[in-house]
């Protein structure tokens, strides 16, 4: 009879979940050992928690399907809390499997003890502690279930129930996708059919696929104007795909793209709000007599609903005529820059070369600010955003696209502030031989953190204060960091010399770091 462990990971299989992001302790170390007995799992080791938990936000992104991460105990747990919180946001399924204490030893309070419920309570939809070593393989299979629905699922389990034999094979028929989402379609399809401005805005898997298909279709059918989130999980864009037009981070950019819409219909997405409090502005961004519709109640079930109501609405409305709205993006390229390598030529140079179905993980923050107008055009790709906004995203997620999609190319656009978080995931990448081409913009600034001092009405923050956002003392040398990472790198200070290794970096299989030294954009 297998133990528990054993039985863990057979029940993860069983139920389609055959890679883990890991970083474990003693309390683990069973998992560990029968990754031997069970060889469909994949194990990917990562060196820090949030790299593994950003990679198993990556890969699933990618792959449709959760990985799970191999996290010990509550500190484990804790320092892959904000990719976690990031994932949350992206309505990402993820499993992860905490290790803990053994029960018994639990009431010792021995020094990693410590309440693992509550820091796996703040990001996961679903959580649950195994007393019963029988019953590790079911747990397994509902964990992986709850993942489906779009959320993050923490499976906690003691060493003890690792160790014990008893293990047993999870029923079949766990899972099964809940009933019917009540929502009401008459009332969402009479305000996009009445005639006035209308838009939807999509979020989760409504910005790819099958879901941007049918988004699509309706505005064709109704004239409504395809918005998506800030920051959306992927969004599927370039030469042929409907362009959507993603909201601003600045609150007052969104009140321009906003203004004399009469309905707003979320579909997968929340009511737009701003990212802080500003003093004198609004936090709510929806304008003033502007109605806003839910497609679902909730975001993870808007994709289910979205098919049968592209299908009503387009009945109700006659055939598609609004051919201006979502209209696909033509393919067009900017030209090769030159001369001085600043964020608007590094655009210019990614727009140019970036391959068909490439993956573009981006983390640029201000650096980034051309980048949607250079690619809109480029063979179509998918573009993955830091949803929860909190930083450090960028490498991990990366890494685990390029282990979802091995033939696809990983193009990471990172900027130096966040890079510092996770850089870690360099090592995984070379140790795995990821395809993964990471630009780091170093503008050797925390530059949006400036224009944030502006924004809050502290501009008046003197030499002390400005010193705190600049990177530049000391210098940070990536070339040399990627290099003691086993990743190959280079600097690039002028707009040729960028062009020209991302053109190599993007032909060449395995990872590549290059160094694109520009000025702040603030
Ligand atoms: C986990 C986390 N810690 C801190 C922050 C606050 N923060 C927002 S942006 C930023 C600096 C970003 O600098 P960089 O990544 O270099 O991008 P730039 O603004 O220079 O374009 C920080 C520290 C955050 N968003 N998330």
Same mark, same amino acid.
């Given at each position: 009879?297998?133990?528990? /462990?054993?039985?863990?990971?057979?029940?993860?299989?069983? %139920?389609?979940?055959?890679?883990?992001?890991?970083?474990?302790?003693?309390?683990?170390?069973?998992?560990?050992?029968?990754? =031997?007995?069970?060889?469909?799992?994949?194990?990917?080791?990562? @060196?820090?928690?949030?790299?593994?938990?950003?990679?198993?936000?990556?890969?699933?992104?990618?792959?449709?399907?959760?990985?799970?991460? @191999?996290?010990?105990?509550?500190?484990?747990?804790?320092?892959?809390?904000?990719?976690?919180?990031?994932?949350?946001?992206?309505?990402?399924?993820?499993?992860?499997?905490?290790?803990?204490?053994?029960?018994?030893?639990?009431?010792?309070?021995?020094?990693?003890?410590?309440?693992?419920?509550?820091?796996?309570?703040?990001?996961?939809?679903?959580?649950?502690?195994?007393?019963?070593?029988?019953?590790?393989?079911?747990?397994?299979?509902?964990?992986?279930?709850?993942?489906?629905?779009?959320?993050?699922?923490?499976?906690?389990?003691?060493?003890?129930?690792?160790?014990?034999?008893?293990?047993?094979?999870?029923?079949?028929?766990?899972?099964?996708?809940? !009933?019917?989402?009540?929502?009401?379609?008459?009332?969402?399809?009479?305000?996009?059919?009445?005639?006035?401005?209308?838009?939807?805005?999509?979020?989760?898997?409504?910005?790819?696929?099958?879901?941007?298909? =049918?988004?699509?279709?309706?505005?064709?059918?109704?004239?409504?104007?395809?918005?998506?989130?800030?920051?959306?999980?992927?969004?599927?864009?370039?030469?042929? &795909?409907?362009?959507?037009?993603?909201?601003?981070?600045?609150?007052?950019?969104? %009140?321009?793209?906003?203004?004399?819409?009469?309905?707003?219909?979320?579909?997968?997405?929340?009511?737009?709000?701003?990212?802080?409090?500003?003093?004198?502005?609004?936090?709510?961004?929806?304008?003033?007599?502007?109605?806003?519709?839910? @497609?679902?109640?909730?975001?993870?079930?808007?994709?289910?609903?979205?098919?049968?109501?592209?299908?009503?609405?387009?009945?109700?409305?006659?055939?598609?005529?609004?051919?201006?709205?979502?209209?696909?993006?033509?393919?067009?390229?900017?030209?090769?820059?030159?001369?001085?390598?600043?964020?608007?030529? /590094? $655009?210019?140079?990614?727009?140019?070369?970036?391959?068909?179905?490439?993956? &573009?993980?981006?983390?640029?923050?201000?650096?980034?600010?051309? @980048?949607?107008?250079?690619?809109?055009?480029?063979?179509?790709?998918?573009?993955?955003? +830091?949803?929860?906004?909190?930083? !450090?995203?960028?490498?991990? +997620? $990366?890494?685990?696209? $390029?282990?979802?999609?091995?033939?696809?190319?990983? +193009?990471?656009?990172?900027?130096?502030?966040? $890079?510092?978080?996770?850089?870690?995931?360099?090592?995984?990448?070379?140790?795995?031989?990821?395809?993964?081409?990471?630009?780091?913009?170093?503008?050797?600034?925390?530059?949006?953190?400036?224009?944030?001092?502006?924004?809050? !009405?502290?501009?008046?923050? !003197?030499?002390?204060?400005?010193?705190?956002?600049?990177?530049?003392?000391?210098?940070?040398?990536?070339?040399?960091?990627?290099?003691?990472?086993?990743?190959?790198?280079?600097? %690039?200070?002028?707009?040729?010399?960028?062009?020209?290794?991302?053109?190599?970096?993007?032909?060449?299989?395995?990872?590549?770091?290059?160094?694109?030294?520009?000025?702040?954009?603030?």
């Amino acid at each position: 009879m297998p133990n528990g /462990a054993q039985s863990l990971i057979r029940g993860l299989v069983d %139920a389609g979940v055959d890679v883990c992001f890991a970083n474990p302790g003693t309390s683990e170390m069973h998992f560990v050992a029968a990754l =031997d007995d069970v060889p469909e799992m994949r194990p990917v080791l990562c @060196l820090f928690e949030g790299v593994a938990t950003g990679a198993a936000d990556g890969y699933a992104r990618m792959a449709e399907r959760p990985a799970c991460t @191999l996290l010990h105990l509550g500190p484990g747990l804790a320092n892959g809390l904000a990719n976690l919180h990031n994932a949350r946001r992206a309505h990402t399924p993820i499993v992860n499997l905490v290790g803990d204490h053994a029960l018994g030893h639990k009431p010792l309070d021995a020094p990693l003890e410590s309440d693992i419920d509550a820091l796996a309570g703040s990001v996961s939809g679903w959580v649950r502690r195994t007393r019963d070593v029988g019953e590790l393989a079911a747990d397994a299979a509902e964990a992986v279930a709850a993942a489906a629905e779009g959320r993050i699922a923490t499976l906690i389990v003691p060493a003890d129930i690792s160790w014990t034999d008893g293990g047993k094979a999870a029923p079949t028929g766990l899972g099964a996708p809940s !009933g019917t989402i009540p929502c009401d379609i008459e009332a969402v399809t009479a305000a996009l059919t009445s005639g006035e401005p209308a838009a939807l805005l999509l979020g989760a898997d409504a910005t790819r696929g099958r879901g941007l298909e =049918d988004a699509a279709r309706i505005a064709r059918a109704t004239g409504a104007r395809l918005l998506c989130e800030t920051f959306p999980a992927r969004l599927e864009r370039g030469a042929g &795909v409907p362009e959507v037009e993603r909201l601003s981070y600045l609150g007052d950019a969104v %009140a321009a793209q906003l203004a004399g819409l009469r309905h707003l219909v979320l579909v997968g997405a929340s009511s737009p709000v701003s990212f802080f409090a500003y003093p004198g502005k609004p936090g709510d961004l929806v304008p003033e007599g502007c109605q806003v519709h839910a @497609l679902a109640p909730s975001p993870e079930q808007a994709a289910r609903v979205l098919p049968m109501f592209a299908r009503h609405v387009t009945r109700q409305a006659g055939p598609e005529t609004a051919t201006d709205a979502a209209p696909e993006a033509a393919p067009r390229r900017p030209a090769r820059p030159t001369g001085a390598l600043t964020a608007e030529s /590094a $655009a210019d140079a990614i727009g140019a070369l970036l391959p068909e179905g490439a993956i &573009v993980v981006d983390e640029s923050n201000t650096s980034g600010l051309w @980048l949607p107008g250079a690619t809109a055009g480029a063979p179509r790709h998918d573009w993955l955003t +830091l949803t929860g906004g909190a930083i !450090g995203q960028g490498m991990p +997620l $990366a890494t685990g696209a $390029a282990v979802a999609c091995p033939r696809r190319p990983v +193009l990471c656009l990172e900027s130096d502030g966040s $890079a510092m978080y996770t850089m870690q995931a360099l090592w995984t990448q070379a140790r795995e031989n990821l395809n993964v081409t990471t630009v780091v913009f170093d503008n050797r600034s925390y530059a949006i953190l400036n224009l944030e001092l502006q924004q809050v !009405g502290a501009a008046a923050a !003197g030499e002390r204060a400005r010193d705190l956002l600049d990177l530049s003392r000391p210098e940070l040398d990536f070339v040399a960091l990627a290099g003691g990472m086993g990743v190959p790198a280079a600097k %690039a200070t002028t707009a040729e010399e960028f062009t020209a290794q991302l053109e190599r970096a993007l032909a060449d299989p395995g990872p590549y770091l290059i160094d694109c030294v520009v000025p702040p954009m603030v």
